[in-house]
């Protein structure tokens, strides 16, 4: 190495006053920017919040709240306008109700399936499959809500319901019934195991035969008079926060890791007691906050809500009946702005943003929730 | 239905290569009632195809939001399926804009049901029984023993407030009625359901059976004549009085000439004497 190689290292490793200064504020000018464009999306949220609580509030101070959150008469063009909004309160819930019942055994099933019981292989490819769901737009889902499954549940709606109920309780019951065997014969002598276990059976299964046939013939004879219902949009709400739930909680099973489940066999349990008292346990927060991610998916959907709900703003009679036409929340923002936003000041208009507040605390605190469940499970795994 | 179909594409291609092309020289912009829709389509088309300079784009939002985007000043001609309201007028005044009324055509709201019901006519006070809640069954209207799934356009449309100012007299609508979000929202539930009653626009009846009210059957002559009892005329309001010999003043009164005349006929309107 030469002096003057020598000199350049040398001025490069113990910068000048003048470098140094440009250095610091090319790095805070730097940082800067980053933190700009972070705060950004966070500013967003807090402009969305206020400029909405802006609108909503002059409702609350002229209608003050009990009317909003206590009555179920929908009546915002009339001449002497009301906007009790309870029942669309209800048929938001019903419906985030519903699809959380199809999305969520659905959802996670298939995510053990995934991590658990197929294939390498064959996972790579279902996968992204099951994700494409998410990728189909909502209006597609509408559609196919309105002008296929809406027609389809009228005029065969009794029978869809029974199969549906069948192909779900059967093997539901099979193993419910195989277990419920194995336990109850566990303490039975040898000799007569046998005998009690083919007596248990046929006790067992000829009850739950009847059960399904008669679950069958009752959901065989309804008669669903309107297609455009709360069952419609809960499955394709379901369908449509499927595939969330699905890779959330696919993730988190995935991440539960190889050690733990090696031994569990090594304690000599079997695949299905692996899966059930050792992933899924280890796993449950993150499946929690899949649950809660689909569910605040179907909470914010609009356009299939809009086009095949029946829109009809009622609390049904008895309230889980899901084959009567409900209103959402979101439905009715989409639905109702815009004649109301021509005459600004009105309540009409106002009650919208009421409603949209009301959306917006409500997926901000499912938020929040989910965000408290992940950083739980990160501690818990990091100790 | 398919016809409608092709049209509003030729609209809105028409309307994309216009907007690429530098040398359109006049533009005239539509928004407002999905009932007047279908003839504002029709019309830009015609209008386009005789003078390829002009560019004309139609938007379907609702009769509200006609009004809406007149006093805006965001469109040249507003739809609507009903007149403005005073209050519309008062602010269309506070932002300085001076509507002026047209009346292009007549529009029917006809009853319609599944081509299977045996159902004939209804009295204007049965129908507002149906949609208030009073008649729950099609048997009280002697029909068979199954529940009326009654069906109406969302309170934000025209075809809305004509039917809820003709027929419910300041009723309130029962909570089980549905609410959908256009006309051909309406025929396509009822084509679809069994049980199911609606209404639409006279155009909007292809599959679908109307039904007679006050026996009266719904059609060019009784609506035109006014002996149909829901009937209603359609407006297109522009700002101001559109001056003689300009695109926007050729456009806007089509409605009366022969062609025009021959336009709305095609789209099942009813055109003005």
């Known amino acids: ?383 | 239905m398919r016809k409608t179909i092709r049209n509003s594409t030729i609209v809105a291609v028409t309307g994309l290569l216009m907007a690429f092309n530098a040398t359109a020289d006049d533009k005239i912009v539509m928004d407002g009632s999905t009932t007047v829709g279908p003839i504002a389509k029709s019309f830009a088309e015609y209008y386009m195809k005789a003078n390829p300079n002009v560019n004309i784009t139609v938007s379907e939002s609702g009769s509200g939001n006609g009004a809406k985007s007149i006093i805006n000043g965001t469109c040249d001609i507003g739809n609507m399926s009903r007149p403005m309201k005073s209050s519309e007028k008062k602010s269309a005044k506070d932002s300085g804009v001076m509507p002026i009324e047209h009346i292009i055509a007549m529009d029917g709201i006809a009853v319609i049901v599944h081509p299977s019901n045996p159902a004939k006519g209804l009295t204007v006070a049965q129908l507002r029984d149906i949609y208030n809640g009073k008649i729950k069954s099609w048997k009280e209207l002697g029909g068979p023993d199954s529940k009326i799934v009654v069906i109406s356009r969302d309170t934000n449309s025209g075809t809305y407030e004509t039917f809820e100012t003709m027929v419910m007299n300041k009723e309130k609508m029962a909570s089980g009625v549905e609410y959908v979000g256009s006309n051909g929202a309406i025929r396509q539930r009822v084509l679809s359901t069994e049980n199911a009653i609606g209404y639409v626009g006279l155009a909007f009846l292809e599959g679908v059976k109307s039904l007679e009210v006050n026996n009266v059957m719904p059609s060019e002559d009784t609506v035109r004549n006014k002996t149909y009892p829901i009937s209603r005329p359609l407006y297109m309001y522009t700002k101001g009085r559109p001056k003689e010999g300009t695109h926007l003043f050729n456009f806007i009164n089509l409605y009366n000439t022969t062609e025009g005349k021959k336009i709305i006929a095609d789209t099942g309107f009813v055109p003005m004497n």
Not at chain 1, 26 to 53: D, H, K, P, R
Not at chain 1, 54 to 83: C, M, V
Not at chain 1, 314 to 323: H, M, R, T
């Open chain 1, 1 to 383: 190495m030469n002096s003057s190689e020598k000199k350049h290292y040398a001025k490069n490793l113990v910068l000048e006053k003048k470098t140094q200064k440009i250095n610091k504020v090319l790095t805070t000018t730097g940082t800067g920017i980053l933190f700009i464009v972070t705060s950004l999306s966070t500013l967003v949220i807090l402009f969305m919040l206020f400029f909405i609580a802006r609108d909503a509030l002059p409702f609350f101070k002229s209608q003050g709240f009990r009317e909003f959150f206590t009555s179920t008469k929908w009546y915002p063009s009339s001449d002497n306008p009301e906007f009790g909004a309870l029942a669309i309160f209800f048929g938001t819930g019903i419906v985030t109700l519903g699809s959380t019942f199809v999305a969520v055994p659905l959802g996670i099933s298939a995510a053990v399936c995934l991590s658990d019981i197929l294939p390498f292989s064959a996972r790579q490819v279902t996968k992204p499959v099951i994700e494409i769901l998410a990728a189909i737009p909502s209006v597609a889902y509408g559609f196919f809500a309105l002008v296929v499954f809406a027609p389809l549940l009228q005029n065969n709606g009794g029978y869809i319901l029974k199969i549906a109920f069948w192909v779900i309780s059967i093997p539901l019951f099979a193993i419910l019934i195989t277990v419920a065997i194995d336990v109850m014969t566990d303490k039975i002598e040898n000799h007569l195991r046998m005998a009690a276990r083919w007596i248990l059976g046929i006790v067992l299964g000829g009850t739950a035969l009847f059960l399904l046939i008669k679950a069958g013939l009752f959901l065989d004879s309804l008669k669903i008079t309107s297609g455009t219902n709360a069952l419609n949009v809960s499955i394709i709400l379901g369908i449509m926060a499927l595939p969330t739930v699905v890779s959330v909680s696919e993730d988190a099973l995935q991440s539960v890791g190889r050690e733990l489940r090696e031994g569990s066999y090594a304690l000599g349990a079997t695949r299905a007691e692996t899966i059930l008292l050792t992933v899924i346990p280890a796993a449950s927060s993150g499946i929690a906050a899949a649950v809660i991610l689909g569910i605040m998916r179907a909470i914010g959907e609009t356009m299939v809500v809009w086009m095949a709900s029946g829109n009809a703003s009622q609390i049904p009679v008895p309230w889980y009946n899901l084959l009567e036409p409900v209103r959402t929340l979101t439905a009715t923002i989409a639905g109702d702005m815009g004649e109301a936003d021509h005459v600004t000041g009105s309540a009409r208009y106002h009650v919208l943003f009421a409603m949209a507040l009301s959306l917006l605390v409500i997926s901000l605190i499912c938020n929040l929730i989910t965000e408290r469940i992940i950083t739980n499970t990160r501690r818990k795994i990091s100790s």
